[in-house]
């Protein structure tokens, strides 16, 4: 005797983060931002690569960068002259699991502000959209914005010590991904994009979702 199933109603069916909006950062999430910003580092200041530590915080004072304006000077040098945004290396884990929450369901919002430094915006926006179709980074919205909690996520994935505190503050849902610059941010914290996807499987659920 056969089974009959109705192929419609199975499609029709939820997938587990179905309705859930994902937030999430490029530089430090999905780039390596500060291993190729070291590479440039030491080309701007002329000195070999292993004296620039890995161990820095936000602002990159350990390299001897003690002013906004040194800092934008080798900002705008990295993108302009090296392609940062687009040579930088993928975090080993993003395509991979980025696909997967997409595939359950998850609408992957990215939110970067790269447009911190004004009059090369057109190098910056086109460096990043380079980069995300030649890793294969799947997502539907790509937002360059400073207050990422505008955009309106569910859930954010940011590693920058003021945001993920700043979007905590307005009671949302950051995963700090751990690196050496937010080493005092508080759990929820992810050292890999595989904790990633447990935490935000673990939100989803205690959100409610599939919705």
């Excluded at 751990?178 to 994009?193: D, E, G, Y």
């Amino acid at each position: 005797m056969g089974i009959a199933v109705n192929v419609r109603d199975r499609a029709r069916e939820p997938t587990p983060l179905q309705g859930l909006i994902l937030g999430v950062d490029l530089d430090g999430v999905c780039a390596d931002f500060y291993a190729r910003m070291r590479e440039v580092a030491a080309e701007w200041f002329e000195r070999p690569l292993h004296e620039l530590t890995e161990d820095v915080s936000y602002g990159l004072a350990e390299w001897g960068i003690a002013t906004e304006e040194q800092y934008n000077s080798l900002h705008r040098f990295a993108v302009t002259e090296r392609g940062l945004f687009e040579t930088a290396a993928m975090i080993p884990g993003a395509r991979r699991y980025l696909r997967q929450l997409s595939e359950e369901g998850a609408r992957i919002r990215i939110i970067t502000h790269r447009l911190a430094i004004r009059y090369f915006h057109n190098a910056a926006v086109t460096q990043t959209t380079a980069w995300l179709d030649h890793h294969g980074i799947p997502y539907w919205d790509l937002c360059f914005m400073k207050q990422k909690e505008q955009v309106g996520a569910d859930i954010y994935v940011d590693d920058s010590p003021g945001n993920v505190e700043s979007l905590r503050a307005k009671t949302l849902y950051a995963i700090c991904f751990a690196n050496s610059t937010n080493k005092t941010i508080a759990a929820p914290r992810a050292n890999t994009w595989e904790d990633v996807y447990k935490l935000v499987h673990q939100q989803a659920k205690a959100a409610g979702f599939p919705k």
